[in-house]
């Protein structure tokens, strides 16, 4: 069953995937990032604006077969479509369609947007209702 956290309070949602990304990347894990179009096209601009030895690669889900094998990270309107990968992060406002291929699910929630907030209280209660145990990450507690 895929482990399921909530990663609450993030000041800047694009900033914390970065920064997440790296950290699977360091991890050895391969991610795939899923959410609208304007957020995915936002967060590879800052992708390629992490410094040299912050450098994360990464792909878009519509680059060829081969780019996406060899990617640890990818990014995904359709995770479904990406390929196989050990952590999916949603930035959406949606359950990301096949969530429960992945070995974790990692949903980051907006510490100011309060209807990204809203939507993280429907996710919560989809996946609890469907009998997942969610991890509840504090980013405030944790410094960000």
């Not at 991610?31 to 957020?39: E, Q």
């Not at 519509?62 to 780019?67: C, G, H, N, R, S």
Request: aromatic letters at 8%; hydrophobic letters at 45%.
């Amino acid at each position: 069953m895929t482990e399921i956290a909530f990663h609450f309070n993030a000041p800047d949602k694009l900033a914390y995937a970065c920064r997440f990304a790296r950290k699977a990347l360091r991890s050895e894990a391969s991610l795939v990032i899923t959410a609208p179009a304007a957020v995915l096209d936002a967060l590879d601009r800052a992708l390629w604006a992490m410094g040299p030895q912050d450098f994360v690669a990464h792909c878009r889900q519509e680059d060829d077969a081969e780019l996406r094998e060899a990617s640890p990270v990818v990014l995904a309107q359709d995770p479904r479509a990406a390929g196989p990968a050990d952590v999916l992060l949603n930035l959406g406002a949606s359950v990301p369609a096949g969530f429960e291929r992945f070995g974790r699910l990692v949903e980051v929630v907006s510490s100011v947007d309060e209807a990204d907030r809203a939507g993280a209280r429907d996710r919560w209660r989809h996946y609890t209702q469907r009998g997942y145990a969610i991890v509840r990450h504090d980013l405030v507690l944790k410094g960000g």
